[in-house]
């Protein structure tokens, strides 16, 4: 039952983790747990986790291990042993993929599939310069993608946009900034790439191509899921 899938959905940073996340979820009502999201509520909470990890993030790199297995695995066993969720930016490195199979086996099953999201080099570099994030519900954006186009829609009166759910403002994490893109995506080339072979040895690995429009990508993502 689509309630109670589990998935991962996996590809580099801008490859649309986020918003594909967020229509499976608005799908099948199943939990979205993003890595980033849950750095982002302790930075803003002022938790030394969230001081600790957003040193990282503004870098570009990698938070620590010990920091993201600690935070993602006590949201995931949180949940019922027949409830269903989607991750998003977890796992990133096969340390991490361990300790995930190994957490989720204790408890009671592992992944159903994991879906990786697969962009060129070059088009990741255009989305992430113009991704922007709401400061009040995190929600992803792409200026180049607003309806009306950049400059025209969901402004706030002060030229800023704004998010079509909560009208919160839209900004460009320092993580998005063009020094940190070129750094992500060579820590993500050199580190999360072999997370696809452990998931492939595991005949868990769905391939979707992640050029064209949000419908367009979700619509393939279902369609490799129902098969």
Request: proline share 4%; charged share 30%; net charge negative.
């Amino acid at each position: 039952m689509a309630e109670e899938i589990r998935i991962g959905l996996f590809g580099p940073p801008g490859a649309g983790k986020g918003t594909q996340a967020q229509l499976l979820r608005d799908r099948w009502g199943v939990a979205h747990i993003s890595s980033g999201d849950l750095f982002r509520w302790n930075l803003k909470e002022k938790t030394s986790l969230g001081l600790k990890a957003s040193e990282f993030m503004e870098q570009g790199v990698l938070v620590p291990d010990e920091v993201t297995i600690g935070i993602i695995l006590d949201k995931v066993l949180e949940l019922g042993k027949k409830e269903g969720f989607i991750l998003d930016g977890f796992p990133r490195n096969t340390h991490q993929a361990e300790a995930l199979e190994e957490a989720l086996e204790r408890q009671s099953r592992g992944l159903d599939a994991v879906v990786h999201i697969d962009l060129p080099e070059e088009e990741l570099l255009r989305r992430l310069g113009g991704r922007y994030s709401c400061r009040q519900c995190q929600a992803p954006y792409n200026i180049d993608l607003l309806p009306g186009g950049a400059g025209k829609q969901g402004t706030n009166g002060s030229g800023h946009f704004t998010c079509e759910h909560c009208g919160g403002e839209l900004y460009q994490r320092p993580d998005d900034s063009s020094e940190a893109v070129g750094r992500r995506i060579e820590v993500y080339r050199n580190e999360t790439m072999p997370v696809l072979e452990f998931y492939r040895d595991r005949e868990l690995l769905l391939d979707v191509e992640g050029l064209g429009s949000i419908e367009a990508v979700n619509g393939r993502l279902l369609e490799v899921l129902q098969r």
